[in-house]
């Protein structure tokens, strides 16, 4: 059902003059006011209608609403459900919170009435501070409480027996509310859910989790309404959909309200000819301070949390003097420092703070005028995203500086301005009936109260994730959660759900309370806590780094010098280091791949460079590497691929360079390896990068014959993927995730936590009984789409794949590897060489190769 677009603005508003005061066209005129007679008792104060109270607590604080406002708040009037989408600082959570605010205060109902969903635990507090601020003109009396999992026990027990008015969450102790016996009472009286940062979720599991959170509230309350919101997405008809449910025609609620974004890159003093990734970094570092003004007060992003732990001390370094004026912020370490650094930034005592993804969304840092970012952006969304937190008001300028880590970034940051002019942003796709999420939701309705086969199945297909679930699928589900499946009905710890009198419901305490001590771990690394010996907690690292390390072993982490001094359970104890730092943690997930958006966007940007078009500052800064490329070889075109071949003491190498993200090229890389080899039996060496990929042959290979259209055919694209890497291995991981939130596999009770390798154990144990004796099962079949959608964007591929086999090939012989394949020689001989020796081979490399050119000239 496509989303339908609010009706004109004056439309809207007679519509809710209608709604708050009746029809007056045909009253009649007021009359005259007679003087009272002496000592006849004067007549209450009439007061006005509350969204009118609202309105002039608005205009108290020197509003004037905007027309999208005025627009959302006449679309509730009419009963709508839909999606507010407009920039960030412009005033999203007051146009979908007024109207809900000023119906609950008229009718003056008890008991939970308005649901107020981030995703973001770390912001209940700012927006329960400003949910809570309009009540101070109506007479109405509504508490407003948040409920996350840094709620005190005694508020969540007060919680269980009565909700407040309007009550502040998260999707993971939504879930958790869910799963009372007493929800379909506690919920009933419910008028709104607002979702807040809807692109965030909408992508992720996390999104599914509350798409059926969402279904389940319209079966307990069908008066119901649901507003997202959001900042940074394309695809905003379908995201409405996934928010509003099946069942509902969803508004769109827009405006064409203008955050411009300036722009601005630092320009390295000079570039090197051969770039390899990282190597600018650091020496930038002098030029940001130099910039930097502790008088305005300023966000410094990275893309990983190792990179942000780097800058910071670096910073700390440079300038001593801003000791106090500085901090770090990602989310890694512990809560309350991260709240130490929020507060700071808004009183104004911290002024400088390097960050991560943890500061994106949802907190107001009104204070804040500037936003640097380190590294390229990696996508359009994010960049409004990163740049939106500078200056937070609506219409104002965002100022970001891009700073360049290699000579290539120059590229990206060029591009990033052009898809920024063209307002490109990358669609948030979401998932398709993970059948994991909906077994944990599953084991969730039947401890809230139960549920039957039938008005259960109909509910799930209510949220738009699910429309196209089958009855097998669901059938299979169920039998998922009472007996473990097929395949394991034997064992009773797999019998969660149980019917009773026609009933699905949870019998058993022990499954209860694991169940409910374990929802929302819809997907993460296990991670172990670090804690000083002396007592106090510094925040949590991944165990697969932690493991690595010796007791002795220092490394940075928050800021601090730490030393490994053992490692217990899931539990890190340091202490205090002063000996020099040798390591520094290396979170997963630290590779960001280049999007949609950016990718397209970075080859028009390369296709103009060839063509003579580099007035852009950036493209200038890059010329000398841009030159190089030309002089050795070809700048790519955009309408065609750029394949190079060359011969080393290394062996045979073909580069392409289709620019389509690293994820899209480890896939592609995989792929072109395996048909490659059906052609000629050879071995092949693999290195990717966001730019292209590397293929190394020891021996000679007839590359250039084996080039051809029909190479990069979709034809039979799924079983040479499964084919070509070992995908059976990456199943098995996936499908560790798959088992923890379908509740196969449980972390366990606080204080007997199991380890990674336990539950990876426990997760293989399964994947191999299932694969043994249950090849079809759902929950494999899931593990290996998922695979090939997360690992190497199965979409994207295709999408890639097709423009290649029609794009023209530019195939050259070069003497050595030019400087678009340098980074992709430097990736591969990483992998098995230390920083030291790395940095040695690297520079003996560009030392032959500048030689080389010398006597070629």
Partial sequence: MPARRSPSLRAQLQARRKALHGDTASAPATPRRKKPRPGARSPPAVRSPPLERLRGWFTSKGWTPYAFQEEAWAAYARGDSGLIHVPTGAGKTYAAYLAPLAEVAEHGEKGLQILYVTPLRAVSRDVEQALREPLSVLDADLEVESRTGDTSSSVRQRQRQRLPEVLITTPESLSVMLSNERAPELFSSLRAVIVDEWHELLGSKRGTQTELALARLRGFAPRMRTWALSATLANLEQAARHAVGTRVRPTLVSADLERPVDVETLLPDEVDTFPWAGHLGFTMLARVAARLDPAQSTLIFTNTRSQAERWFEGLRFARPEWEHLLALHHGSIDRDERERVERGLKDGSLRIVVCTSSLDLGVDFGPVERVVQVGSPKGIGRTLQRAGRGAHRPEATCNILFVPTHALELVEMAAARDALARKEVEPREPPSKPLDVLAQHLVTCALG?????????????????????????????????????????????????????????????????????????????????????????????????????????????????????????????????????????????????????????????????????????????????????????????????????????????????????????????????????????????????????????????????????????????????????????????????????????????????????????????????????????????????????????????????????????????????????????????????????????????????????????
């Fill in 449 to 857: 109260g139960g549920f039957t086969r039938e008005a259960l199945r109909h509910e799930v297909r209510g949220a738009a994730a699910y429309a196209d679930l089958t009855d097998e699928e669901f059938d299979w589900t169920l039998t998922l959660v009472r007996e473990g499946g097929p395949t394991l009905t034997a064992y009773p710890e797999f019998r969660r759900v149980e019917e009773h009198e026609g009933r699905f419901v949870v019998k058993d305490a022990r499954v209860a309370r694991l169940h409910r001590l374990n929802i929302g771990t819809i997907s993460s690394d296990a991670v172990v806590e670090l804690r000083y010996w002396s007592g106090g907690r510094l925040g949590s690292v991944e165990e697969s780094y932690v493991s690595r390390l010796r007791p002795g072993d220092t490394f940075q982490f928050a800021g601090k010098k730490l030393e490994l001094g053992r490692l217990q359970g899931l539990t890190a104890y340091v202490r205090p280091a002063k000996s020099k730092v040798t390591r520094t943690p290396r979170w997963g997930g630290s590779r960001l791949p280049l999007s949609t958006s950016l990718a397209a966007a970075v080859r028009r940007t390369l296709d103009s460079a060839r063509h003579g078009d580099v007035t852009s500052d950036e493209l200038a800064a890059a010329w000398p590497v841009l030159e190089a490329q030309e002089r050795l070889s070809r700048i790519p075109a955009a309408g065609s691929l750029l394949a190079e071949m060359c011969q080393t003491r290394d062996g045979h190498h073909l580069f392409l360079y289709p620019f389509e993200g690293r994820r899209v090229h480890e896939g592609l890389a995989a792929l072109l390896a395996l048909r490659l080899t059906r052609l000629q039996k050879a071995t092949f060496s693999v290195s990717v990068n966001d730019y292209g990929l590397e293929l190394l042959s020891p021996a000679p290979f007839p590359f250039e014959e084996a080039l051809r259209p029909r190479l990069f055919t979709r034809e039979r694209l799924v079983e040479d993927v499964l084919e070509s890497v070992n995908v059976g291995e990456l199943t098995k991981r996936q499908f560790r995730d798959i088992a923890r939130v379908a509740g196969l596999v449980l972390p366990g009770l606080p204080g007997a936590r199991k380890s990674t390798r336990q539950v990876q154990t426990s997760a293989a144990l399964l994947h191999d009984v299932f694969a043994r004796y249950d090849p079809g099962h759902l929950l494999l079949t899931q593990a290996r789409r998922e695979v090939l959608e997360q690992q190497f964007e199965q979409g994207r591929l295709e999408r890639a794949l097709e423009r290649l086999e029609s794009s023209p090939l530019e195939l050259l012989h070069v003497r050595r590897p030019t400087p678009l394949a340098f980074p992709l020689v430097v990736e591969r001989i990483s992998a098995s060489l230390s920083s030291e020796s790395l940095l040695e081979r690297v520079e003996r490399m560009k030392e032959r190769w500048t030689r080389d050119d010398a006597r070629s000239a």
